[in-house]
């Protein structure tokens, strides 16, 4: 925590005594360390590695989020609403979710290292982490956001996998996410997502999207391949059977944002798969090259 100095500015605040020791007691050994530029970011992250602060690279990409707010009666209330996801009225001038997220991800690339340290602020983690999977939106993501200690440290391992279904039926057909955004061409997809802290296994992790964005129950077969999304996530690839299917059960709350455009369900022969733009190519190439890719 900080000390308050009400003719400062917030970015400006120092830790706090109490602040000083606990981020001095966290011990952290990386050789890489960047920060928010915020003072108490850039003493917490120098602090946990016991290096002086002029070592921290300092990266606005790891900032806290963009918004107007002035501290009042309610705004904490506003600020969960914020993390949940459900924006309103009083978020005119914030800064989205999803733009939060989407810089501190490009702040990650930015910086490559085997083991590396990001002294960050809570509302654009928690953010970032479900743009991830690793934190499920709304509620849970509340809950994680309110849980975060000061300081707190969240350890993950580099890549992020997330995992999907090459979805066949009883009749060999493939079950494919066609997506379409406003403004934008449609494209297919297959279904899956984010493995997240609380999935035992990237099993589990596919059994639980797959009942979210479809309502389905499958039988979980082979990876088929693996590929790097970018330097921070990989994308797993099952061979998955359906066993069924009701899509009056479907939760997902991507499904509930109109500003996400529609995810209709499909069912395409091979045959018809040469005819669609389905995403990534690997996965097109596969089906197509390999008649393996059906469940077994």
Same mark, same amino acid.
Do not use: N
């Given at each position: $925590?900080?000390?308050?100095?009400?003719?400062?500015?917030?970015?400006? =605040?120092?830790?706090?005594?109490?602040? +000083?020791?606990? #981020?001095?007691?966290?011990?952290?050994?990386?050789? +890489?360390?960047?920060?928010?530029?915020?003072?108490? #970011?850039?003493q917490?992250?120098?602090?946990?590695? &016991?290096?002086?602060?002029?070592?921290?690279?300092?990266? $606005?990409?790891?900032?806290?989020?963009?918004?107007?707010?002035?501290? &009042?009666?309610? /705004?904490?209330?506003?600020?969960?609403?914020?993390?949940?996801?459900? !924006?309103?009225?009083?978020?005119?001038? =914030?800064?989205?979710?999803?733009?939060?997220?989407?810089?501190? &991800? $490009?702040?990650?690339?930015? &910086?490559?290292?085997?083991?590396?340290?990001?002294?960050?602020?809570?509302?654009?983690l928690?953010?970032?982490?479900?743009?991830?999977?690793?934190?499920?939106?709304?509620?849970?993501a509340?809950?994680f956001?309110?849980?975060?200690?000061?300081?707190?440290?969240?350890d993950?391992?580099?890549?992020?996998?997330?995992?999907?279904?090459?979805?066949?039926?009883?009749?060999?057909?493939?079950?494919?996410?066609?997506?379409?955004?406003?403004?934008?061409?449609?494209y =297919? +997809?297959a279904?899956?997502?984010?493995?997240?802290?609380?999935d #035992?296994?990237?099993?589990?992790? !596919?059994?639980?999207?797959?009942?979210?964005?479809?309502? #389905?129950?499958?039988?979980?077969?082979?990876? !088929? /391949?693996?590929?790097?999304?970018?330097?921070?996530?990989?994308?797993?690839?099952?061979s998955?059977?359906?066993?069924?299917?009701?899509?009056?059960?479907?939760?997902?709350?991507?499904?509930?944002?109109?500003?996400?455009?529609?995810?209709?369900?499909?069912?395409?022969?091979?045959?018809?798969?040469?005819?669609?733009?389905?995403?990534?190519v690997?996965?097109?190439?596969?089906?197509?090259?390999?008649s393996?890719?059906t469940?077994?």
């Amino acid at each position: $925590m900080p000390e308050v100095v009400v003719s400062a500015p917030p970015s400006a =605040w120092r830790l706090s005594a109490e602040g +000083t020791a606990d #981020a001095s007691a966290l011990m952290i050994d990386a050789t +890489t360390a960047v920060s928010s530029p915020e003072t108490k #970011a850039v003493q917490t992250a120098a602090l946990a590695l &016991h290096v002086d602060a002029a070592a921290i690279i300092q990266d $606005m990409r790891f900032r806290e989020v963009d918004r107007e707010e002035q501290v &009042h009666y309610g /705004f904490r209330e506003a600020r969960r609403a914020w993390v949940s996801g459900r !924006l309103d009225a009083r978020h005119d001038g =914030w800064e989205t979710p999803d733009a939060a997220a989407h810089r501190f &991800h $490009m702040g990650l690339l930015a &910086h490559s290292a085997d083991h590396l340290i990001v002294g960050t602020h809570g509302m654009v983690l928690t953010a970032w982490m479900v743009s991830m999977g690793l934190v499920a939106a709304g509620d849970a993501a509340v809950g994680f956001w309110e849980g975060l200690g000061f300081p707190d440290v969240i350890d993950l391992d580099i890549p992020l996998p997330r995992v999907r279904a090459v979805l066949t039926d009883a009749e060999g057909r493939y079950l494919v996410i066609k997506r379409t955004r406003p403004g934008q061409a449609p494209y =297919w +997809t297959a279904p899956g997502g984010g493995v997240a802290l609380t999935d #035992a296994s990237i099993e589990d992790a !596919l059994q639980r999207e797959l009942r979210e964005e479809l309502g #389905a129950e499958a039988e979980i077969g082979q990876v !088929l /391949f693996e590929r790097m999304i970018d330097g921070i996530r990989s994308e797993i690839f099952c061979s998955v059977r359906l066993i069924g299917m009701d899509l009056s059960l479907r939760s997902g709350p991507e499904l509930a944002d109109p500003t996400r455009g529609t995810y209709d369900v499909e069912f395409v022969a091979r045959s018809q798969v040469s005819g669609l733009d389905l995403r990534p190519v690997e996965l097109k190439r596969r089906i197509l090259a390999d008649s393996s890719a059906t469940y077994r």
